[in-house]
């Protein structure tokens, strides 16, 4: 019943190898089934959620945090009379990695989730890093963008993962210690990753 918690920086290849490492284990990977969950709980749309995860630590976000007009949040919510706001949210991401993390077998992608199952005695915590080149090239060769977007989506994703740990209380997401493991994925193809990533679970499983 083991979990994987996959931390990374954005661009070091997360995503694609928490589905390769899932597929291989035949375990559940848990990316945007945590949005569809969080949003059932709240009763919003996952366009909220998703948007939300997005706009984390911006002004919209500070906006939605501070004392607005419910008739005004029904209208965003196109109806759905549901409610969120970053303590909402944060509970209800905790609530769901734990859940997740119970049912086991389950490779789960960020949303400090190293953090939540700090404790977990199945937990397997791993950190991908890679230089800021090397991870604007992947995302250009991966999602087939042009150079410009994917700097963007590399930068801009770079301060979300910092404004999220920050609401969870948390400075120190890239020390080693926190992790089994840190693959600096320069140095790694992502299939030597996850034989690697195998036979740690397969070890200590």
Avoid: C
Avoid at 3 to 12: E, L
Avoid at 88 to 99: S, T
């Amino acid at each position: 019943m083991a979990v994987i918690t996959i931390s990374r920086q954005f661009g070091a290849g997360g995503r694609t190898l928490g589905k390769m490492l899932a597929d291989r284990l035949n375990y559940t990977f848990a990316d945007n089934n945590v949005i569809q969950m969080i949003a059932k709980e709240a009763n919003v749309s996952t366009h909220w959620v998703e948007s939300f995860e997005k706009e984390a630590g911006s002004k919209i976000s500070r906006l939605i945090s501070s004392a607005i007009s419910q008739k005004w949040i029904d209208r965003i919510l196109a109806n759905e009379y549901g409610y969120l706001d970053e303590k909402i949210y944060l509970d209800y991401l905790v609530l769901i990695i734990a859940k997740i993390a119970d049912e086991g077998n389950v490779v789960i992608l960020g949303r400090g989730s190293q953090y939540i199952l700090d404790d977990h005695p199945d937990a397997h915590h791993v950190l991908l890093i890679n230089n800021l080149e090397n991870r604007i090239r992947f995302m250009m060769e991966q999602y087939d963008l042009p150079r410009k977007k994917a700097e963007k989506a590399v930068r801009n994703e770079d301060r979300r993962r910092i404004n999220l740990y920050r609401k969870l209380g948390k400075t120190d997401y890239e020390d080693p210690s926190l992790y089994h493991l840190v693959l600096n994925m320069s140095r790694f193809s992502l299939p030597s990753a996850v034989e690697l990533l195998v036979k740690l679970v397969n070890r200590t499983g």
